[in-house]
């Protein structure tokens, strides 16, 4: 277990890491807050919870809880770097949803909301699984600490 838990945290990318983290972090909690939060033109927990139901995403309030929550609140980690690669999995899991359920069957593009964007991001937010949050992540700090005190 305390293997895994190491795996997790450390890191061997280096400056492609944050160059990758912050914008796909930036994306993400945007578009969360406008789920949770009825932020930047969104519509809240109430009506994104009445959209996903309409597309059988049911309980649609619990969905929208539950996507909002992934892409804002992992979003945030992205771009700290606090947890990476968990927040790099949720968010993946969360696009593979939006990808499959709610994207596929309108074509490729964007302008029809097909998989384009979420294909994007289901791609970024795969990589930092694989890559880790780098040197200049909260992972990578809070791993120099551990080191340290497993020292003193």
Excluded: C
């Excluded at 277990?1 to 997790?8: A, D, G, Q, Y």
């Excluded at 972090?25 to 949770?36: E, N, R, T």
């Excluded at 596929?104 to 909301?113: E, I, V």
């Amino acid at each position: 277990m305390k293997n895994l838990i190491n795996k997790t945290r450390v890191a061997n990318a280096g400056l492609e890491a944050v160059i990758l983290r912050v914008p796909i972090g930036l994306i993400l909690a945007a578009h969360g807050s406008q789920k949770l939060f009825a932020w930047f033109g969104g519509y809240g927990l109430e009506g994104t919870g009445q959209w996903m139901a309409s597309v059988g995403l049911t309980p649609g309030f619990v969905m929208a809880l539950l996507a909002g929550s992934s892409e804002f609140f992992g979003g945030v980690a992205l771009i700290l770097g606090l947890l990476t690669r968990p927040a790099a999995m949720i968010n993946a899991v969360t696009m593979l949803v939006a990808l499959f359920w709610v994207h596929w069957g309108h074509g490729f593009f964007l302008d029809t909301h097909g998989i384009e964007y979420a294909l994007a991001l289901l791609s970024a937010t795969t990589a930092l699984i694989v890559i880790g949050g780098g040197p200049y992540s909260l992972d990578a700090l809070i791993e120099t600490k551990l080191l340290e005190a497993k020292d003193e």
